[in-house]
């Protein structure tokens, strides 16, 4: 049974700072991976779309990698802004299917 | 990207009642999903909502509890039948557009005394 893992579950840094999130697969057969944003009390917000054919996704001042062999992705957010406050969760659609299986997800706060 | 709006955003329900949330999208899209989202957890697939047959449910997920109507490709209803405390929840539809890309709905937010 697929689980996906996102270390650390919380994070709190000060304004300015770079920093990277992590999601790993124990089945590292992942076809799609998704990252999300969740404000508290609210819907989830898609950031980033690494498809099949592709390694790596940028928008903005977020960066997202998948490493197909190891299962393991990652979110860079470059120059935290207290906006970036919220939890981020990574998602993964296995390899012939099309349902995508959560991560625990990473609470970030951002402090100004 | 896909529009979706969901309705209520929020219900407070005594327990033993049923509760429908519906799922509005602004184009027709094939896949329609629903999840739920215990407090401070992740989000747990209950059902895929299929258009013109029966809803797919997950495991630990059945049709009597969690009754899915698709009557056509951009709208659905989520019953959350003879609730207990144990459903309040948030409950969110999405939908997968070309190349699985999944977007979501605002949530509901179910309180059950």
């Known amino acids: 049974k697929q689980e996906v893992t996102q270390i650390p579950a919380a994070l709190s840094v000060p304004e300015g700072e770079n920093l990277v999130l992590n999601c790993s697969f124990t089945?590292?057969?992942?076809?799609?991976l998704q990252w999300f944003r969740q404000d508290p009390g609210k819907g989830l917000t898609s950031l980033l779309l690494i498809q099949s054919s592709q390694r790596e996704q940028t928008s903005g001042r977020l960066n997202a990698s998948l490493d197909k062999s190891s299962g393991r992705s990652t979110l860079y957010i470059a120059a935290s802004q207290p906006g970036d406050s919220a939890t981020y969760l990574c998602a993964g659609c296995p390899a012939g299917t099309y349902k995508y299986i959560f991560g625990t997800g990473t609470r970030l706060k951002v402090l100004a | 990207s896909a529009v979706i709006s969901q309705k209520p955003s929020r219900d407070i329900c005594q327990r033993g009642t049923s509760l429908t949330i519906q799922c509005q999208v602004d184009?027709?899209?094939?896949?329609m999903f629903w999840y739920r989202q215990q407090p401070g957890q992740s989000l747990t697939l209950i059902a895929t909502a299929n258009q013109g047959s029966e809803a797919t449910y997950e495991s630990g997920f059945v049709i009597d509890k969690f009754p899915i109507s698709r009557p056509n490709l951009t709208f659905s209803t989520l019953t959350v039948s003879n609730m207990s405390p144990e459903d309040s929840s948030i409950y969110l539809c999405s939908v997968g557009l070309s190349v699985h890309e999944q977007f979501f709905g605002p949530g509901t937010r179910l309180t059950v005394l």
């Open positions: 089945d590292s057969a992942i076809y799609n």
């Open positions: 184009s027709q899209v094939t896949m």
